[in-house]
């Protein structure tokens, strides 16, 4: 039996930037069902990271060394508040994505795992998302409920 491909699930590094903003647009075509022209995206994309790192950790799935899958985590601090410690933190769980020849095969609740673990071991508050109808039953495997204590306002129009 041939051995198996070398799976790797690790916290994304300033110098995976490519790697995630390529899954980034990967995912975007996938979902407009074809290629979008945007010669200035990579620029935009290192620059909005570069103000956002301080506050998202990232995880990628990678085989046999090549990136196929990501997560992020945006880290929110509370406001300190009398007779509570200080920096409790919360997590919101987005920019999920597991390229389509990889997907149902154990990545992405490797990723998803990863995330919590980080949560769970820093001592956040909680871990919230917005997961899309077909990713309901994948987090639910992975320990979240739906949440009735949260609202949202969608923007207008």
Known sequence: MPDPVPVEIRRATWDDRDAVAGLRRVWTEELAGGPIEDDGFTERFEAWLEVEQHQRVTWLGLVAGEPVAMLNLLV??????????????????????????????????????????????????????????????????????????LMVRPLPG
């Open 76 to 149: 929110f601090t509370r406001m300190p508040r009398p007779g509570h410690p200080a920096g409790n933190r919360w997590g919101y769980l987005a920019n999920f994505y597991v390229l389509p020849a990889h997907r149902d095969g154990g990545l992405g609740s490797r990723l998803l795992a990863a995330c919590t673990a980080y949560a769970d071991a820093e001592g956040f508050a909680r871990v919230v998302l917005s997961p899309s109808e077909r990713s309901v039953p994948f987090y639910a495997r992975g320990g979240f409920a739906p949440a009735t204590s």
